[in-house]
């Protein structure tokens, strides 16, 4: 019988935001949440976890032991404050250093393996990877050949300089991981991926927080009539999340309305190309004549966060691009339909019909029939809510550590084996490369 290997530490990069920010802010977003969830329940399982981030303020300590298993390595690398993503790049060198003196200072052999995620991240361990000698896989979260294919209207298309990067990683990773088949698919035509490298790990919910509950109390602890009907956003205000999309397809409905009940939320805050225009959104329902039916959350922690989706009738997730859609399946979780855009991983979070409707286009016609024809028929959404509940119980982060140690062992194994069988697990290749580095 063949004993699956089980790494005993994960160093784990993921450079340009922090799994212990809020989500919704800045660029933290659903990464964070799997990086977070992700990295408790593999310490969880016995397997010791270290975080590599940047650090962003004077006051982050170098060492945070986060959770029981889990410790975050926050990582000077440029200045704290005013660096875009775009201007990370700089900066790698200055964060691959340190984490390789964090590793320096440990007994040779210390990490098992790396998991970086975002294409930053795989630069770093990339790096790491040869001076360790242990083996890369690497979660890429968004690709951005996918991005500039479906970008929104005055969107700025992501640089060469991503482009290149992923490709570089896409070739040098032990494996890889996607959130769907689709992903996997786009890694293998866009960036030829080998498929054998490719493993499918779906991210899920936290089941044990997202769960059906009380409309009317969710309502009251977030200050909403409990006799409106809500359509709600939850998710960072950018061009890509699409936002203004729901707005104005939400516009002739809301006027429409003449009970005066329906009314959109908004739970998020201006990222990425939106900081350029943080009021956009605010702007852009005063234009509509529906800013008095339009309200406004900053970003959410999830214990509240559960309010929001209990509290809301339908959740909407207008996307241009989706790696998978996380919001999408805690809504549901929750009991609560969701009309999303028919893109990436939406159409495996969101079954058409059953807990949802997908939307096949942007157009705004298409959008404001698909929410109109829900708002209209509260028995329907009643049906969808209790079918979405059950779906959402296919996607939990048990699942997803269940496939990432797959997808791990088979790292190791092909590690090993390419270093020979009697070399030991990983420990004479270790010591080369420590030897060589200190040298």
Known sequence: MT??????????????TSPLAQPGTGDAGGMNVYVWQTATRLARRGIGVEIFTRATASTDVPVVEAAPGVTVRNVVAGPFDGLDKRDLPGQLCAFSANVLR??????????DLIHSHYWLSGQVGWLARDRWGVPLVHTAHTLAAV??????????????????????????????????ATEADALADLYGADPTRIDVVMPGADLDRYLPGDRAAARTELGLDPDDVLVTFVGRIQPLKAPDVLLSAMAPLLTGDSAG?????????????????????????????IADRVDFLPPQPPERLVHVY???????????SESFGLVAVEAQACGTPVVAAHVGGLGVAVDHGRTGLLVDSHELPAWTEALGSLLADPDRRARMGAAAAVHAQRFSWEHTVDALLESYARAITASDESTGPDEG???????????????
């Open 3 to 16: 004993v699956r290997p089980v790494p005993r530490r994960i160093a784990l990069i993921s450079v340009h």
């Open 102 to 111: 964090a590793e320096a200072a440990q007994e040779p052999g210390y990490y």
């Open 147 to 180: 991005k500039n294919a479906s970008l929104a209207a005055g969107d700025a298309a992501e640089p060469m300089l991503r482009v290149v990067g992923e490709q570089q990683v896409v070739d040098e990773a032990d494996r890889l991981i996607a959130n769907t």
């Open 261 to 289: 009940r329906l009314r959109v939320l908004v739970v998020g805050g201006p990222s990425g190309n939106g900081l350029a225009r943080p009021t956009s959104l605010i702007d852009l329902a005063r234009d509509l004549g």
């Open 310 to 320: 209990r509290a809301a009738d339908l959740v909407a997730v207008p996307s241009y």
């Open 425 to 439: 697990r990983f420990a004479m290749r270790r010591w080369r490369n420590r030897t060589r580095m200190m040298a």
